[in-house]
């Protein structure tokens, strides 16, 4: 009886092989413009939710002299308005310039996110290469907005040091 079963297993695990392959053949590999979306997507939630739980007394916290509040830190993501809106069609100054209020500071966080949305959005394989002006001279849009997402997780890994700091745990950290 085993020598009989020890076939039909074997069969039965190349079956499924075979299946699993064609399936994995089927489903195609997500493009670059839609990988590079998710990432944007990841970070802009998670930023959104640290600018949200600090609480406002900490919003003018530094670890150290040297390096900006944390108030700060979100009216620099904010101010990624003016790349966004420049890929749009028309450069915007961001609202959270000049800002210290949490409520301010967070209402602008979101006017630029919503503006890098529409840059996001319009995205795609055909225009990833397509040249755009982008600081110092023309660069292909996909590069200027794969640099949002590298800066805004560089600045995102800083504020979450700051919320440690303050016994808080950063959104990419919860429900681990």
């Not at 493009?31 to 959104?48: P, V």
């Not at 961001?94 to 301010?104: H, P, V």
Request: proline share 5%; with cysteine.
């Amino acid at each position: 009886m085993k020598k009989k079963l020890v076939p039909v297993l074997a069969l039965a695990a190349l079956c499924s092989l075979a299946a699993w392959t064609m399936f994995a053949q089927d489903k195609a590999a997500p493009s670059s413009s839609q990988i590079l979306k998710g990432a944007y997507t990841r970070i802009k939630t998670n930023f959104q939710k640290a600018a949200e739980k600090m609480p406002e007394d900490q919003y003018n916290y530094k670890p150290v002299d040297a390096v900006e509040t944390f108030g700060q830190r979100v009216a620099h993501i904010a101010n990624q308005m003016g790349t966004c809106s420049a890929l749009n069609g028309a450069r915007k100054p961001s609202s959270a310039a000049g800002k210290t209020a949490k409520a301010d500071l967070v209402a602008g966080l979101a006017e630029s996110f919503a503006e890098c949305d529409k840059a996001f959005d319009a995205l795609t394989d055909a225009n990833a290469m397509e040249s755009v002006s982008a600081g110092r001279g023309m660069q292909p849009r996909i590069n200027v907005l794969y640099g949002i997402v590298v800066h805004a997780n560089e600045v995102y890994g800083a504020m979450g040091v700051y919320m440690r700091i303050k016994g808080l745990v950063p959104p990419s950290s919860e429900g681990r």
